[in-house]
């Protein structure tokens, strides 16, 4: 297991470019799976990634399980975009992207950091690891239920603008 925070710092830093490669073949997979399986795909890598952490290996594994981060976070977030693209008239997506960042991003974000504070208890901190193996799992299941419930096509009607005089 981890034991310095030099010995960490190298895989964190990689953070930001495993991220940043993963639009180049993640669009291609949103295209080729479609928007709910590559959120579902998101969801389980990220389920697998955190049920690994939660057994604390050793720093080696950390490596290809930085890499299921990108997937993860990348290769969701490019199918939720896909989706609302494809789901929301064009004017409308901005503004439900927002929305969906603060919910999201923020509110359970922050939820999870709340309960992963109450229930490490001790030495360890794979409980925490165990709530955000949840929240994949769910992620994983909405996008297999978006699969059967959405048809690809929009969902909400643009609204007319109405003209001013």
Same mark, same amino acid.
């Given at each position: 297991?981890?034991?310095?925070?030099?010995?960490?710092?190298?895989?964190?830093?990689?953070? #930001?470019?495993?991220?940043?490669?993963? #639009?180049c073949p993640g669009r291609r997979w949103v295209t080729r799976l479609g928007a709910p399986h590559?959120?579902?795909?998101?969801?389980?890598?990220?389920?697998?990634? $955190?049920?690994?952490?939660?057994?604390?290996? +050793?720093? $080696?594994?950390? $490596?290809?399980?930085?890499?299921?981060?990108?997937?993860?976070?990348?290769?969701?977030?490019?199918?939720?975009?896909?989706?609302?693209?494809?789901?929301?008239?064009?004017? *409308?997506?901005?503004?439900?992207?927002?929305?969906?960042?603060?919910?999201?991003?923020?509110?359970?974000?922050?939820?999870?950091?709340?309960?992963?504070? +109450?229930?490490? +208890?001790?030495?360890?901190?794979?409980?925490?690891? $165990?709530?955000?193996?949840?929240?994949?799992?769910?992620? *994983?299941?909405?996008?297999?239920?978006?699969?059967?419930?959405?048809?690809?096509?929009?969902?909400?009607? +643009?609204?007319?603008?109405?003209?001013?005089?």
């Open positions: 297991s981890i034991r310095t925070v030099s010995a960490i710092t190298p895989v964190a830093q990689s953070q #930001p470019i495993t991220e940043s490669e993963m #639009p590559a959120l579902a795909l998101g969801g389980l890598a990220a389920l697998v990634r $955190w049920v690994a952490l939660s057994a604390e290996p +050793d720093l $080696w594994l950390l $490596w290809p399980l930085q890499v299921l981060h990108a997937l993860s976070f990348g290769l969701a977030h490019l199918a939720a975009m896909a989706f609302l693209a494809s789901a929301l008239p064009g004017r *409308m997506i901005a503004s439900v992207q927002g929305v969906m960042t603060g919910v999201l991003g923020g509110g359970l974000s922050a939820l999870v950091v709340v309960l992963a504070g +109450d229930v490490v +208890d001790g030495p360890s901190i794979a409980p925490a690891y $165990w709530i955000a193996a949840v929240a994949a799992l769910v992620s *994983m299941v909405a996008g297999l239920a978006l699969k059967r419930i959405w048809g690809g096509g929009v969902l909400v009607v +643009d609204p007319p603008v109405a003209k001013s005089s």
